[in-house]
């Protein structure tokens, strides 16, 4: 395995992050500890978890995933071992059966109050907002509309973070699922007021959504504000099955095909020439997807997600695959044509 510095902290995490949304729905809590302890075994030391999860988010299984890593983590006694990182959920209809606050500070005390229960420990390493208050392009969202009814409250969402890491609950914060003005809108009220600072941002990046690199790679290597890549395989659709016809009846977009952002015609032409890549190149398509992400100087760590030990351990073993300039560029040529067609 390879680690790096959770940007601004002397905190070592691994370069590969175990992704845990599906358990508790697609995986059982025995599946979900054994991935966690196989992945412990490969290296891994960063677990991202979410008090919404697993997905699709409903009333039912809410925090029913980090419950699992919970159980796993007073059974096993691993917590030492392991850098945790979590999400309070953002506002909106998908997720009212959670809360209708936001991120007020009695909202943010809540949420860590019960997300520490869920997890069996008194300390969460990583304190992630989900997303936006405001309403904002998000999850491919394309067309821009400026949200009039919100009003900036920065200042507070950060007075209530810095009330939990002063209580010693939480020890650092990020961001997810944000644009350029929120990321460094943050930064700007942290650094005028001696708030907390956020240390990364988790943001959707793979092959075929690299919106990232639009403006937020500069502010992330310019300002050390690290990304933390979520759904490097594009929900499963860069491991090939979708467009080979090899996906098991339990595959997520056969499950969940309101997250069809990932299988339209233009993602599955992109799919089929990055495909055409890979194994030119004696690669599977996972492989080269994963490996393309691990590579990239403004990732802090990949999230990867598996729904079987199989897929998770192809996963961590693209820690080992190193991309040649020329596959580089044969990449860069699809995406020069086909850019970013999951957005």
């Not at 992945?39 to 991202?48: H, T, V, W, Y």
């Not at 697993?54 to 030492?80: D, Y």
């Not at 393309?292 to 998770?312: K, M, Y």
Request: glycine share 6%.
């Amino acid at each position: 395995m390879k680690y790096t510095l959770l940007p601004n902290t002397d905190i070592e995490v691994s370069k590969i992050c175990l992704g845990t949304m599906t358990w508790g729905n697609q995986n059982t809590e025995s599946e979900g500890h054994a991935q966690l302890d196989y992945a412990l075994e490969q290296g891994i030391n960063f677990i991202d978890t979410a008090e919404l999860y697993p997905v699709p988010a409903t009333a039912e299984t809410s925090g029913r995933t980090s419950e699992i890593v919970g159980t796993w983590l007073k059974k096993s006694g691993n917590r030492n071992k392991v850098i945790l990182a979590s999400k309070i959920a953002g506002p909106g209809d998908y997720t009212a059966h959670i809360r209708t606050t936001g991120f007020s500070p009695s909202a943010i005390e809540e949420a860590v109050n019960k997300e520490l229960k869920r997890l069996q420990t008194d300390y969460i390493d990583l304190y992630q907002l989900h997303w936006p208050e405001r309403d904002t392009n998000r999850f491919g969202v394309r067309d821009f509309k400026l949200d009039t009814q919100w009003t900036d409250n920065i200042n507070e969402v950060l007075q209530g973070l810095d009330a939990q890491i002063k209580a010693g609950k939480i020890r650092h914060v990020g961001l997810s699922n944000e644009n350029s003005w929120g990321t460094m809108r943050y930064l700007q009220e942290s650094e005028s007021n001696d708030l907390p600072r956020m240390k990364t941002i988790q943001n959707a990046y793979s092959l075929i959504n690299r919106v990232f690199e639009g403006d937020l790679a500069e502010i992330s290597l310019r300002e050390n504000i690290g990304l933390l890549a979520y759904s490097p395989m594009a929900f499963g659709v860069l491991s090939g099955k979708y467009v080979k016809g090899t996906a098991a009846d339990n595959a997520r977009l056969k499950l969940f095909p309101r997250f069809a952002r990932y299988s339209s015609e233009q993602c599955t032409e992109a799919t089929k020439r990055y495909l055409k890549i890979a194994e030119e190149n004696n690669l599977t398509l996972a492989q080269m997807s994963l490996a393309f992400v691990n590579q990239q100087t403004f990732v802090t760590s990949n999230i990867i997600g598996a729904t079987n030990l199989d897929q998770l351990k192809e996963n961590i073993g693209s820690i080992d695959t190193n991309l040649s300039e020329e596959i580089i560029e044969q990449i860069n040529e699809v995406h020069a044509a086909m850019p970013n067609p999951a957005t």
